[in-house]
């Protein structure tokens, strides 16, 4: 009986002084201010043709190809006073998206909600 004693306690003591911290999900940072027209939003539309697929030139309106995205956004998809409830930011969001084709994913969305929220800059 001792010697299990012997045995168990420092196993008891080991077992006493672990500690397991829970892996919790790590909150999505939040999108740096100064957000660049030309190399964060215009590249959401146009890389594997999210958007450009379908609204280019000759395509269906607006035109977001990166010579011409600015132009076709700016002030008609913007709503300056409720970035939020801006089109260019509903129509194709991830959650509010009322767009049957291609999708922002949270990020992308967290970028262009960002840039409206700055002022729309074509910068």
Known sequence: ?????KFLIPILLVMASCKY????PVP???VASGVSFATQVVPIFTTGNKCTSCHKTGGQSPDYTAAKAYNSIVPS???ASAP????????AGPS???HNWKKFSASEA????QWITEGAKNN
Do not use: C, G, H, V
Request: glycine share 0%.
């Open 1 to 5: 009986m001792k010697r299990r004693l």
């Open 21 to 24: 911290d829970f892996i919790l």
């Open 28 to 30: 999505e940072t939040p």
């Open 77 to 79: 998809l913007i709503n």
């Open 84 to 91: 939020n409830q801006s089109a260019i930011y509903t129509i």
């Open 96 to 98: 509010t998206s009322t």
């Open 110 to 113: 967290a970028i262009i909600l």
